[in-house]
Every structure is written in structure tokens, then in C-alpha cells.
Nanobody, 124 residues
Framework: QVQLVESGGGLVQAGGSLRLSCAASGRTFATAILGWFRQAPGKERAIVAAVNRDRRITYYADSMKGRVTISRDNTKNTVYLQMNSLKPEDTAVYYC?????????????????WGQGTQVTVSL
């Protein structure tokens, strides 16, 4: 089992920044890949970014590419999502996720574990 605890969400004005954090605990093999997804009201959950254990491989969805940076600190078992130039359309619940290694692109990654989510609201 893996437990994922997110923090850092909140209300921010358009153009502002937020940094999300997610602390992971549990089975090491199940945290080989760490990532962030988001789900806006009425929409499906979608990947935002993901990173593998040695941090050599990252993936960013087009929706936020250039405005977000994913990073991880393996000594703290924590993954971060730095979000800049936020827009109202970025308003969503952001979920931390973890899973085992995959052979293909992280774009196709399907997590094994999920955090409870943290709300990000971007106002005009």
C-alpha cells in the first residue's frame, strides 16, 4: 500500500503561482513514478505531469506545459508541482498519484495509487 498526502492548494488570482506538495509513504516499488492529475467539474481526470524515480524522464501535458514544473525529492519521498501563470481554467482538484515503472511513455501511465486531492481555484 501507498499513502499519498497532498498540500499546497488554495485560492490564487490569475497570473499567480502555487506549489503543490505530495508526501508518499509505503512500498518503494509503487512510487517509481510520481505524478499529478487534475479534474475540473464536469470533466474527466487528466494527467498534468509525471516523473520517474531517477528524474531523468518527465512528461507534461499540453494543457499546462511551460507553466508547470514537476520535481521530486527521493530523500523525502515527496513530489512537487510548481505552477506559474495560473489561469481560471486551471481551477480543479489536483491529485497526486504513484505507480510502478512502465516501459512506454509516461503519457500512457496509469497510476496504482491516488491521494485525496487538493483544490486549486484561480480567480480573475
Amino acid at each position: 500500500q501507498v499513502q499519498l498526502v497532498e498540500s499546497g492548494g488554495g485560492l490564487v488570482q490569475a497570473g499567480g503561482s502555487l506549489r503543490l506538495s505530495c508526501a508518499a509513504s509505503g512500498r518503494t516499488f509503487a512510487t517509481a513514478i510520481l505524478g499529478w492529475f487534475r479534474q475540473a467539474p464536469g470533466k474527466e481526470r487528466a494527467i498534468v505531469a509525471a516523473v520517474n524515480r531517477d528524474r531523468r524522464i518527465t512528461y507534461y501535458a499540453d494543457s499546462m506545459k511551460g507553466r508547470v514544473t514537476i520535481s521530486r525529492d527521493n530523500t523525502k519521498n515527496t513530489v512537487y508541482l510548481q505552477m506559474n501563470s495560473l489561469k481560471p481554467e486551471d481551477t480543479a482538484v489536483y491529485y497526486c498519484a504513484s505507480g510502478q515503472d512502465i516501459l512506454g511513455s509516461l503519457r500512457d501511465w496509469r497510476p496504482n495509487y491516488w491521494g485525496q486531492g487538493t483544490q486549486v481555484t484561480v480567480s480573475l
